[in-house]
């Protein structure tokens, strides 16, 4: 078996525990979507796993390797990042592809408040009006359990770094550089233009922007203003029914 295979087989096995997809007969969905297991649904991202690392599912998990390594293969400079990770499996993937494929000079950012979603600032971000993300406990993962989550895979490393907090309160001082991959799973309006007004500017041309939860009106919203506002042109890619991608000029 060559590298190269090797490191695909490693990839793939990777994605698939973060998913649970190889004991996935045994996943099941929250009560509230009442309904049993659904495979097409869970490689979608339509479901909220009990047991899985990550909700994001395999159409989308397969839409971040494509961009990682297309950066690579470019030589796109910047490290990676996810804003809004709940239990960290995309973000364990980002590192576990950064491993395998030995790269050492990029970082995995992993930006959380770790208590959940914040609640809604009517007054200030109307679009976020009504929203009930807040509520919800099973969004609420605490920092101690994601790093937990990275260790299960040995892949908590010194490549990997945790900003705690509000995005509004955590990103604007990050010191982060470049970023070659901005993925984007704030849910919000609010929390989804925090991460744009304080990253887009940092991703280097050629590097991607990822948003998970398009689908979403209030991160909707966001998105088509603040590309409206700064006159951002590229065509927005569909992943699945839920999300979208474009790479920076």
Not at 137 to 150: A, C
Not at 209 to 229: K, S, T, V
């Amino acid at each position: 078996m060559d590298v190269e295979h090797a490191q695909a087989k490693y990839l793939e096995l990777l994605k698939r525990a973060i998913l649970f997809e190889i004991w996935q007969e045994y996943e099941t969905d929250l009560a509230w979507w009442n309904h049993g297991f659904d495979r097409e649904r869970h490689q979608k991202g339509e479901i909220w796993p009990q047991i899985a690392h990550s909700m994001i599912g395999r159409y989308r998990m397969n839409n971040l390797q494509g961009c990682m390594t297309s950066v690579v293969k470019d030589n796109i400079p910047g490290d990676f990042i996810e804003t809004g990770v709940w239990r960290g499996g995309a973000c364990i993937f980002m590192s576990g592809f950064l491993d395998v494929m030995g790269i050492t000079d990029r970082n995995v950012w992993v930006a959380d408040s770790f208590e959940g979603l914040p609640k809604p600032n009517e007054e200030k971000y109307p679009k976020d009006k009504g929203d009930t993300h807040h509520t919800v406990d099973y969004l609420r993962v605490s920092l101690e359990d994601v790093k937990h989550n990275f260790n299960k895979y040995d892949l908590l490393n010194d490549n990997v770094h945790f900003l705690k907090g509000w995005f509004k309160d955590t990103l604007p001082s990050a010191p982060i550089e470049q970023l070659a991959i901005l993925r984007l799973d704030g849910d919000l309006y609010e929390s989804t233009m925090d991460s744009l007004n304080n990253l887009y500017d940092k991703v280097s041309p050629g590097g991607y922007i990822i948003i998970d939860d398009f689908i979403l009106p209030g991160c909707n919203a966001a998105i088509m203003d603040y590309r409206a506002e700064h006159h951002i042109t590229e065509p927005l890619i569909p992943i699945d029914s839920m999300s979208v991608y474009w790479r920076k000029k």
